[in-house]
């Protein structure tokens, strides 16, 4: 606990930590949908997609500002849904394939923008291969008002069009039934993964920034059946692994923040595994052996009450 305590008390550490809590928090609120809606990969296409807009954003202007690399990554971004949807309406490809097809290709286009930036006049390049992996170390107290006012905007969205959300996620056909424009709810909650993405690009990068937008929703499900609770419990252990993450970093010298925070993640997800009261192992194991126990109890009651039946018989 000294470290904590020491951690918070280095300001830049503090900005740190609370900016990694509130990734973390949104990540969670918006992954559950994308999960549930069985989208685990539109976070990670996304993410890649953010690359080329990153890059392209720096050679337009020739300024290493997050605030321009924002505008970029989230217009990259808006032409990566919008391709992925005119891919599955205007062809027979699934969106499985469709998401393959716009992560790989806007990542191979990320990757040449890149290798041709460092190595062209640009004097201003370096630090934007942190940008793949992240580097939370660089965030100031500018950068963390920014992804508050992002966490902010994404968990209000969420909370105000809850229902809406719910209707498309499991019954979609259903909801347009009820008058709702669900192509539209569609777009809207894809422009929120965006949103996330570009708030965690800088503190984890788009290579990992996936995995906390899925892990936290995958753990909280195991502790749950009902949306809601599901949505509070992977905000909170979306928040839980950031400031784990940035506790751990601080804590050993040389030890990236946005790869720890990732690992804590997993590790609340195989706690979740094993521990989850209703789809654990470790509750399936006990009420299997419940039931086991309750069979034999039962069969053994059936034979003695034969055996008490066949010697009455016999005794008659």
């Known amino acids: 606990m000294s470290n904590f305590f020491t951690m918070l008390a280095d300001p830049n550490m503090r900005w740190i930590f609370f900016g990694c ?21 539109v976070g990670d296409t996304l993410a890649h997609a953010a690359l080329p807009g990153i890059c392209i954003a720096f050679m337009l202007t020739g300024v290493k500002s997050i605030g321009i690399f924002l505008i970029g990554a989230t217009l990259a971004g808006i032409v990566a849904t919008f391709g992925i949807g005119y891919i599955t309406r205007h062809s027979r490809l699934k969106q499985d394939a469709a998401l393959g097809i716009v992560l790989s290709s806007f990542f191979g286009l990320g990757i040449v923008l890149l290798t041709f930036i460092q190595h062209g006049d640009y004097g201003n390049q370096a630090g934007l291969d942190k940008f793949l992996f992240g580097q939370a170390a660089a965030m100031v107290g ?37 008058g ?112 086991k126990r309750s069979f034999l109890k039962e069969n053994e009651v059936l034979h003695t009450a034969s055996g008490d039946r066949m010697k009455g018989e016999t005794a008659g």
């Open 21 to 41: 809590m509130l990734l973390g928090l949104s990540s969670g609120v918006i992954g559950s949908f994308t999960y549930l809606r069985k989208q685990s990969l």
């Open 142 to 178: 500018s950068d963390v008002m920014t992804m508050s006012v992002m966490s902010a905007f994404l968990v209000t969205i969420c909370v105000l069009l809850f229902k809406q959300f719910k209707l498309i996620s499991f019954d979609p056909g259903f909801a347009k039934g009820l």
């Open 180 to 291: 709702y424009n669900v192509g539209l709810l569609e777009q809207l909650l894809m422009l929120l993964v965006v949103v996330a993405v570009v708030a965690g690009v800088q503190a984890v990068g788009v290579v990992l920034i996936a995995a906390l937008l899925i892990t936290p929703a995958v753990s909280a499900r195991y502790w749950t059946n009902r949306l809601g609770t599901m949505i509070i419990l992977s905000g909170a252990f979306g928040a839980l692994s950031g400031a784990l993450g940035t506790w751990i970093s601080s804590s050993v010298s040389n030890l990236p923040t946005g790869p720890v925070t990732v690992l804590a993640a997993t590790t609340v997800f195989v706690l979740s595994v094993l521990l989850g009261p209703e789809r654990g192992l470790l509750a399936k194991r006990i009420l299997q052996a419940r039931v």
